[in-house]
């Protein structure tokens, strides 16, 4: 569709008292900070003026600028200079491209701001459209999914869930999760997240011990996460929040592979036993699925390096050291 | 019987003409058929591209629906592609050294584990219409090495039967085989569907194996496979009738009561068949690609085959933790050699260390397994 050419136009300084204080229908805003832009405008004023639309009544509705005319009204400026459109000469739709263009020529929209620019959207054009034009506009690929996952995002409901996923702090995988769970399980999943700081990958990592957990056991998340040693580990006074995070993991972790964890912790006994030299390290294989362990030796000098051999070979605790599931491991 | 319906036939540019389209049209009488022009005639040499079907998405999604993977859809190809190929074993893992002869991939059966879901870039059961000629070029390889043993299978992307009753693959393909003294051809299945083998008069060369599990994983993960006792039933008849029998523990799935299960269908196998007309029994445990999971994970949800401990391999498929493989393992062993001491049992693809461990010896590496399975060939049919 051809959107009206608005570049062109001459602003007009606008009375911010004449300004709709509300984002207006097409804003696509969502967990910005203004204070770099009331900086800015304060530096070298304003460089791209807002696009208003008349709404009757001679109060204006922006279409397209809402974050500058709150800067200019938090540096209490009485006017703001702005292109206007006059009722009813645009339709909706263009309102809301309008839109979409001023922000992706100046800036990155975060994952909310895209599933509101794609709510919008989905009021007026057919899908198959969206998907083929707008998803690669903003960096999205061009699935169905996709559109539905950002489309949930912006109806979510609960803002803290919103900001999170803004922030980074919960990504779009977990973001997907939550949709499909129960409200209990979904509070409980929001309180550990926000209790503890688990990158991307840990939440990952942490759902998929819990998703497995889940069809093993027969238990729903909450009891999973209810359990009484999450509880004293988010409880432990020792533990600070990057230490907190990665007990939760390793005790789901200890649950969802027990004999692995067994394995490796027989393992690690058993070499720390073994008393070896001073900079001698045994490196067990990788979930000792390769035929053999390694050995790694940090020595200054070659005689340093004797010494050490010398000592290995005369510990006679090393043939101990056996698969750990086997008989005496 | 077959017991799953064709509902749709896709027919390929140029597979009209084909004399096997009409042989296999006259089979499926008032099964609607579609022709197809232009782009997709032209993947077909892309049957092995991509790890991830088209249908199939490999994320955990809330708004897909189920990918049915076009199982009850016959598509017929002519397929551009090598029909006669190595299996694709590891360098980490010993392998068998298997020839896989590729006359269609997908399977109407849906086994909760099947790899294939993850497999292939192509929904359909597709049936390579050209395979007649094809076969010639095949045969003529196997012919140029009279000093090497051919073992050949049709059942690693497909089951070997399933769809025979509506592809004749068997005639073809058993005079064609059982002519020849270097070579082996197994047919694979989880299927009854043995009647033009009973009905064919070819039997040197030719193995028909069944893939068995414990009771409990057969009736809970192998959607639409017979049931392990008509499995049992059919090889008997096979083997009444001068077949040489093989049997595929694989995979192998760790649940609860593993041992009990096995048990029982070793009591099985006992009753039904005479252990000295075998020619090989493997034992593998369940592995797949990490892609797999997800797919597992959406249509079969209450599937229990990804509940064990699965570690990453040394060939990045996640297969179960190293002591319960080789608690699989010897389990299986111990009671099939009770049953018998000369099965021919083998591990797929598994390590030295873990045939060592497990099997109290060790064919070392791919070749020493091929020239094991080669004797075994050998010895049963000369
Ligand atoms: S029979 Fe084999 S090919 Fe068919 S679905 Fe089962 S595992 Fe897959």
């Not at chain 1, 300084?13 to 984002?23: A, C, E, K, Q, R």
């Not at chain 2, 493997?282 to 797949?288: A, C, H, M, P, T």
Request: proline content about 5%.
């Amino acid at each position: 569709m051809e959107i009206r050419k608005i570049a062109g136009a001459t602003p007009h300084g606008v009375g911010l008292n004449n300004i709709d204080d509300s984002p207006g229908p097409c804003c696509m805003s969502f967990g910005f900070d203004l204070k770099p832009l009331i900086l800015s405008i304060d530096t070298i004023g304003l460089i791209n003026s807002p696009v208003l639309i008349e709404s009757g009544q001679g109060k204006m509705t922006i279409i397209a600028g809402f974050r500058r005319v709150q800067a200019f009204k938090y540096l209490k400026r009485d006017e703001i200079p702005c292109r206007i459109l006059l009722e009813n000469s645009v339709s909706h739709l263009e309102c809301i491209l309008i839109n979409l263009h001023d922000n992706l020529s100046t800036r990155k929209l975060n994952d909310v701001e895209k599933g509101m620019v794609l709510s919008r959207l989905s009021l007026y054009l057919p899908e198959s459209e969206i998907l083929e034009h707008y998803m690669p506009l903003l960096d999205l690929p061009s699935r169905r999914e996709t559109l539905f996952l950002f489309m949930a995002l912006e109806s979510e409901p609960d803002v803290f869930v919103k900001e999170s996923v803004v922030r980074g702090s919960l990504s779009l995988k977990t973001f997907k999760r939550l949709l499909k769970m129960d409200h209990e399980s979904r509070t409980h999943v929001l309180n550990l997240l926000s209790s503890l700081k688990f990158n991307s990958n840990q939440q990952t990592q942490l759902f998929e011990y819990l998703i497995d957990l889940k069809h093993i056991h027969d238990k729903s998340l909450s009891e999973l996460l209810g359990d009484i040693s999450i509880k004293r580990i988010l409880s432990d006074e020792n533990l600070n929040m990057p230490q907190k995070a990665k007990a939760v993991l390793g005790f789901f972790r200890s649950k969802r592979f027990p004999t692995l964890a067994d394995a490796e912790s027989t393992f690690r006994k058993k070499v720390s036993r073994l008393g070896l030299p001073k900079g001698v390290k045994i490196v067990q294989s990788r979930f000792f699925e390769a035929p053999y362990h390694r050995l790694e030796i940090r020595f200054r000098e070659g005689e340093d390096l004797k010494k050490k051999i010398e000592q290995l070979t005369r510990s006679d605790r090393l043939e101990t050291l056996r698969d750990p599931w086997e008989e005496g491991g | 019987m077959s017991n799953f319906q064709i509902k749709k036939v896709l027919l390929d540019a140029g597979t009209s003409l084909h004399i096997q389209t009409e042989k296999i049209l006259s089979r499926l009488p008032g099964v609607p058929v579609q022709y197809i022009e232009g782009i997709r005639s032209k993947r077909n040499n892309d049957e092995f591209g991509s790890s991830a079907p088209e249908t199939a998405c490999t994320q955990d999604n809330t708004f897909e629906h189920k990918p049915r993977l076009g199982k009850d859809t016959l598509h017929l190809i002519s397929y551009k592609g090598e029909f006669l190929k190595p299996c694709p074993g590891t360098r980490e893992y010993i392998c068998c050294g298997y020839q896989i002869l590729n006359v269609a991939t997908n399977c109407p059966l849906d086994c909760s584990y099947c790899i294939l879901q993850a497999y292939f870039n192509q929904p359909n059961l597709r049936v390579f219409v050209n395979l007649e000629e094809e076969l010639k070029r095949v045969l003529h390889v196997i012919d140029s090495e009279p000093d090497r043993i051919f073992r050949v299978g049709t059942g690693e992307f497909t089951d070997s039967l399933a769809v025979d009753p509506i592809t004749c693959w068997s005639d073809l393909l058993l005079p064609a085989f059982s002519k020849r003294k270097n070579v082996v051809l197994e047919l694979k299945t989880k299927t009854t569907n043995i009647e033009r083998l009973l009905d064919s008069k070819y039997r040197d060369r030719i193995i028909v194996s069944w893939s068995l599990n414990s009771p409990y994983i057969a009736a809970r993960e192998e959607h639409g496979a017979a049931s392990l006792k008509n499995r049992l039933k059919a090889a008997r008849q096979c083997q009444s009738e001068g077949y040489i029998l093989g049997f595929h523990f694989d995979p192998l799935i760790s649940h609860p009561r593993w041992k009990e299960g096995y048990l029982k269908t070793l009591d099985l196998m006992d009753k039904y068949i005479d252990p000295e007309k075998i020619i090989w029994i493997s034992i593998g445990s369940f592995r797949y690609m990490p892609g797999l999971k997800p797919i597992i994970r959406r249509r079969h949800p209450k599937t229990c085959v990804l509940n064990g401990e699965f570690i990453m391999g040394l060939d990045g498929k996640m297969r179960y933790f190293k002591p319960i493989r080789l608690d699989l393992y010897r389990f299986l062993r111990e009671n099939l050699e009770k049953w018998h001491p000369d099965l021919g049992l083998y591990l797929c693809m598994e390590s030295d260390d873990v045939w060592q461990k497990s099997m109290g010896w060790s064919p070392g590496n791919t070749t020493g397994l091929s020239h094991y399975l080669d004797k075994r060939v050998l010895k049963i049919f000369g």
